[in-house]
């Protein structure tokens, strides 16, 4: 097992799959923080478009989605001609940022519920405006409650990733299959494993770091 | 200082205040009694907007907070209200911020003075419900009867004309009723004038120069507390009063 070739090429697969991992994450949150405030805005209209958008891209397989975005969009009616994303790893990161945002924008949904009214009502009573409510009182609060389920989207992310492979991209699993390939062995999986397997850890790892740090 | 008529509240087919009149004057303890679902909660928190009454008037050192079941702008509600606390039956400390946070965000927010000028305050605010020591401690580590002190004294940071009680004590253990409940008797020496709902009628007895009884929405009884818990000659607050004592 020549490790020391090995690993230089599946350190090279690992930087498409962080970039598309902390791209994605940096992306998505703030999406899925706006397309809650829309979801639980008084406007019906607004609230059903984002529903129906969320249901789309949590009802729908991600691996779809990036075929769509890549080799989809251009054959769009109308628009399609200014929808053509010629750069793979855009279309990809497009897709998951899409679908990422959705899963996000229900689990901060559930945070918000879970933040108690009567936190809104002592900030009414102390004379704060809605919107220094919602950014000192509420956003905090929800941000604890969804930690432990933004942690969890996150490792399932990382595992993700690899679907940007159906594209075409070389990232860690396509790096290791095509060592696999040339040389017939088949422990250079398990070695990919072990590499995945770190960064899920070192991710659980910053996240309970995280959730330390927000504890109340 | 405030003065309601006719106030009518309902929620969807349950008339929860049919009208109640009441008149408080500077100064003045008001202790409101009455069983339980009978409109205190509603009542006092539509003193303060977080119930709108449908029918009625809400007079504020003045000015219409509510003027027959109609509101003014959010901005004008806000300024009617600016003199206004209220302190809850379960707290509602912001559990994310230490004490000290809790009682300067709201002046911090509104620009009512200088960091430094706030901080002082929020430790004098402390020193006067006796917590000084615990200016850093995070809600969490406090008894019931701590929390309810910290949010008096958070209530306090906006220097306010007039405190709504909602049952105060009810969320605490009996032996720690006292230390809240003595908070409140030292406020109403400085002249606070403030409305409390409570089931505590001793301290309603002791502490309050008014009682407002209410019963089925309506205003039951309302006057010193030795006209309505002695002499009011009512049925229905003579019974209440033998389940509670
Ligand atoms: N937001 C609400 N929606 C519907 N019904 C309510 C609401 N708030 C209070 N009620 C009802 O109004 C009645 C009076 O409630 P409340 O004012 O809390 O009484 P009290 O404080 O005297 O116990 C109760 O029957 C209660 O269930
Ligand atoms: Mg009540």
């Not at chain 1, 490792?155 to 060592?179: C, P």
């Not at chain 2, 009810?170 to 032996?175: G, I, T, V």
């Amino acid at each position: 097992m020549p490790l020391n070739e090995w690993i230089p090429q599946m350190l090279t697969g690992c930087e498409l799959t962080l970039k598309l991992f902390f791209i994605t994450i940096a992306l998505s949150m703030p999406l899925g923080l706006c397309l809650t405030f829309l979801y639980t805005s008084k406007n019906p209209v607004i609230s059903r478009i984002v529903g129906f958008y969320i249901l789309i891209m949590r009802g729908t397989p991600l691996l779809l989605q990036i075929f769509f975005v890549y080799f989809g969009l251009p054959y769009m009616p109308l628009v399609g001609k200014y929808l053509v994303i010629k750069d793979r790893f855009n279309a990809g990161a497009i897709a998951f940022i899409l679908n990422y945002g959705a899963y996000f924008a229900e689990i901060f949904r559930g945070g918000l519920l879970s933040v108690d009214k009567g936190q809104y009502e002592a900030a009414k009573v102390l004379g704060l405006t809605d919107m220094q409510t919602r950014t000192k009182i509420v956003l905090p609060q929800m941000f604890r409650i969804a930690l432990p389920a933004i942690s969890n989207e996150a490792i399932i992310l990382i595992k993700d990733t690899a679907l940007i492979t159906a594209i075409g991209l070389t990232d860690l699993l396509k790096v290791t299959q095509s060592i696999v390939n040339r040389t017939t062995q088949i422990s250079a999986f398990v070695v990919a494993a072990a590499f995945y397997l770190v960064m899920s850890y070192a991710l659980t790892f910053v996240f309970k770091l995280i959730e330390k740090k927000f504890e109340y | 200082m405030i003065e309601v008529r006719h106030l009518k509240k309902s929620f969807g087919s349950l008339h929860v205040l049919r009208d109640i009149d009441l008149k408080v004057e500077k100064g003045d303890v008001v202790a409101i009694l009455g069983p339980s679902g009978s409109g205190k909660s509603t009542f006092l928190r539509s003193l303060i907007d977080l119930e709108e009454a449908d029918g009625g008037d809400i007079i504020i050192d003045g000015k219409y907070l509510c003027k027959d079941g109609k509101y003014p702008k959010n901005k004008e509600k806000k300024a009617i209200l600016d003199k206004t606390g209220m302190v809850f039956q379960h707290f509602n400390l912001f559990p994310h911020m230490d004490i000290e946070k809790n009682l300067m965000l709201a002046p911090l927010m509104q620009k009512k003075g200088s960091r430094a000028d706030i901080a002082a305050l929020a430790l004098e605010m402390l020193t006067k419900v006796g917590l000084a020591d615990k200016l850093h401690e995070m809600p969490k580590n406090l008894s019931g009867g701590q929390k309810q002190r910290v949010a008096i004294a958070r209530a306090l940071m906006l220097k306010p004309d007039v405190m709504l009680f909602d049952e105060p004590t009810s969320a605490l253990d009996p032996e720690l009723t006292g230390e809240v409940l003595n908070v409140i008797r030292e406020l109403s020496k400085e002249n606070m004038t403030m409305l409390i709902v409570t089931h505590e009628i001793g301290f309603a007895r002791e502490a309050a120069n008014k009682i407002l009884f209410l019963d089925g929405g309506y205003t039951a009884a309302f006057g010193s507390p030795e006209e309505v818990l002695e002499n009011s000659g009512s049925e229905r607050i003579n019974a209440f009063l033998k389940k509670v004592l």
